[in-house]
């Protein structure tokens, strides 16, 4: 499996609200970072990151990139409420697991 399809079936994972499917992803050294989260490990990131995707109306994957760093992510979502982001991630995989996800915010589309 390369590292965008591990990626791939993360977000799978998130979309589906699959945590057993997530859990085998992230590696148990596992780190998440965003504007609203310091490096938080992969418990918390599971019981308060991942039972989020009910917000979303939409979301959809716009361009994966396999770099040195590790994937980057762009992708655009929709809130129920109607507004739309776009957000970039830049996650590193070691072997088929997920070690760390960097996630930085951007703004309003549309």
């Known amino acids: 499996m390369t590292d965008i399809d591990t990626v791939r079936a993360a977000v799978d994972a998130y979309q589906r609200q699959d945590a057993v499917a997530a859990d085998r992803l992230f590696a148990p050294d596992f ?3 965003s504007p609203q989260d310091d490096h938080i490990d992969k418990a918390t990131y599971l019981k308060v990151c991942f039972p989020t995707a009910d917000r979303f109306s939409d979301f959809e994957s716009l361009e994966m990139v396999e770099t040195d760093n590790g994937v980057l992510s762009l992708y655009e979502y929709e809130l129920k409420d109607g507004s739309r982001f776009r957000n970039v ?3 590193r995989v ?3 697991l997920i070690v760390e996800v960097q996630v930085y915010f951007g703004g309003r589309v549309g």
Do not use: A, H, N
């Open 89 to 91: 991630e830049l996650t």
């Open 94 to 96: 070691r072997g088929d």
């Open 31 to 33: 780190v998440f970072t």
